[in-house]
């Protein structure tokens, strides 16, 4: 009898242990099934045909494991295409009327400058790596100094640049124009002095008179340098 009793106890846990087993799978199926319709949602809204099941006729529990699959590669690119670019593939909606973009601003590559090595004697020569002949008594150079004056003084006359910048400027050119007047002047050194700002105000500039010195002023400079 005691030995029934105890039969019977463990056939009524053994069935409470299915009953319990079959209502965690059930709940299980529940969260799979509808993270699989949070997928189908979001793919939707990608715009993907694909995976937008409403519109194909498929069930968000009725997608095969092609279209689940296909549908996290999709949603994948779509995340991946607004991020590390230096534009979002669509302007940003903002209050309906206005839109958000990010300005780049691109960087030029450190240019690498080789100081000028100086003898161990005071009568010793010197040597500098990548150096220009320049002609100080030329026509080309008697140009070159007259339109860099010039336009500096220009600079110092306008108000269309800021102070920051046009201090810069005045700085770098007066520099390039030390450098370029030296017995070896290096042309790296040119270039970043003189031949890269000339240009900036080249292109930036709005003042008539600063183009054209600028302009003449290059011009002069590419010929001694060539």
């Known amino acids: 009898m005691a030995k029934k009793k105890r039969t019977a106890k463990r056939s009524v ?5 299915r009953r319990s087993m079959k209502r965690k ?5 529940r969260g799979v099934s509808a993270a699989l319709g949070v997928g189908a949602a979001t793919t939707a809204a990608t715009g993907n045909a ?6 194909t006729g498929v069930g968000a529990f009725d997608l095969t494991p092609q279209h689940i699959a296909k549908a996290q590669r999709d949603l994948g690119a779509a995340v991946q295409s607004t991020i590390g670019g230096a534009e979002p593939p669509f302007p940003l909606r903002i209050q309906g009327d206005r839109s958000l973009r990010a300005e780049t601003t691109i960087i030029p590559a450190p240019v ?15 040597i500098v790596q990548n150096y220009v002949t320049i002609n100080i008594q030329s026509v080309e150079f008697s140009g070159f100094d007259k339109d860099l004056e010039g336009l500096i003084g220009e600079l110092h006359r306008s108000n269309e640049i800021s102070g920051e910048v046009r201090d810069q400027l005045v700085s770098e050119l007066w520099a390039g124009r030390a450098i370029i007047g030296a017995p070896k002047p290096q ?14 105000l080249i292109e930036k500039s709005g003042s008539a008179m600063v183009s054209k010195l600028a302009s003449d002023a290059l011009g002069w400079l590419i010929k001694m340098l060539h």
Not at 13 to 17: G, Q
Not at 25 to 29: L, N, P
Not at 113 to 123: E, F, G, K, M, N
Not at 187 to 200: A, E, M, S, T
């Open 13 to 17: 846990k053994a069935r409470e242990r």
């Open 25 to 29: 799978s059930k709940g299980e199926a």
């Open 50 to 55: 694909a995976g937008t099941s409403t519109a």
């Open 112 to 126: 690498p400058i080789t100081s000028t090595v100086y003898p161990d004697s005071l009568q010793g020569p010197i």
């Open 187 to 200: 042309r790296d050194l040119i270039d970043l002095l003189l031949v890269r700002p000339l240009k900036w």
